[in-house]
Structure formats: C-alpha cells, structure tokens
C-alpha cells in the first residue's frame, strides 16, 4: 500500500484504532480517531474536539483498509457534522460582532 492508495474521510484501521483520513499529503498522512461536539458552553473556535495521529510510509503495513462490520460501526466514522461548517461558531455570542476569517489568512484573519 503507497499513501497515494488513500482517500480523503476513508475509514481506516491502524495499530487496532478505529479512524478516518482527515489530511494526505506526500509525505505523511493522518487519522482522527477521535471527534466529540463540545458543549456550547465551552468557548471553542470550531466547537468539536479532534484527536489524530500521523501515519507515515513506513507505517503503512499497520493500516487495514478493509474494516469489520464492528469496526464499521464505530462511533467516530458518524460524525453529526463537519467540523469546518463552524456550526458552533456561528451561534457564539463571542464571534457574533467579527466576520468569519479566511481559513488561508493568517497575518490580517480579520480584514
């Protein structure tokens, strides 16, 4: 298996945690295993909590591609929502006066 071989939100099985692909690039790739909706109470940016970890080239004989029906069934494959709708941000009293900044400005994120 090359890291070419993988899709972006393909379910994947490594080192026997459950997960998905969230990122490729030609060096790495990477796997959230974990993705819980916060509660609105909490003062998040993007309203969800993501863990991941990197799978590079030579981990590659640890990932499974093909998953079981149980594994199939795990929870983080159904996610509510997509974390970069910004549900939670949107209904924010805290960033309801600035406009959403572009995701690729870093120097000026509110102009």
């Known amino acids: 298996m090359l890291l070419t071989d993988l899709q972006l939100l393909q379910p ?15 060096d790495y790739v990477t796997m959230t295993f974990m993705d819980e909706p916060l509660p609105a109470s909490m003062n998040s940016r993007w309203g969800r909590h993501q863990v991941a970890m990197c799978i590079y080239p030579q981990d590659l004989s640890k990932v499974r591609v093909h998953l079981t ?22 209904n924010n ?14 120097s000026h994120p509110y102009k």
Not at 12 to 26: A, R, S
Not at 73 to 89: E, G, K, Q, Y
Not at 93 to 106: E, I, L, Q, T, Y
């Open 69 to 90: 029906e149980k594994e199939l069934n795990h929870p983080v494959l159904h996610r509510a929502s997509d974390s970069l709708l910004n549900h939670h941000r949107k």
């Open 12 to 26: 994947i099985v490594c080192d026997g945690i459950v997960g998905y692909i969230n990122f490729i690039c030609e």
């Open 93 to 106: 009293k805290k960033f309801g006066s600035r406009p959403a900044p572009d995701r690729n400005s870093r």
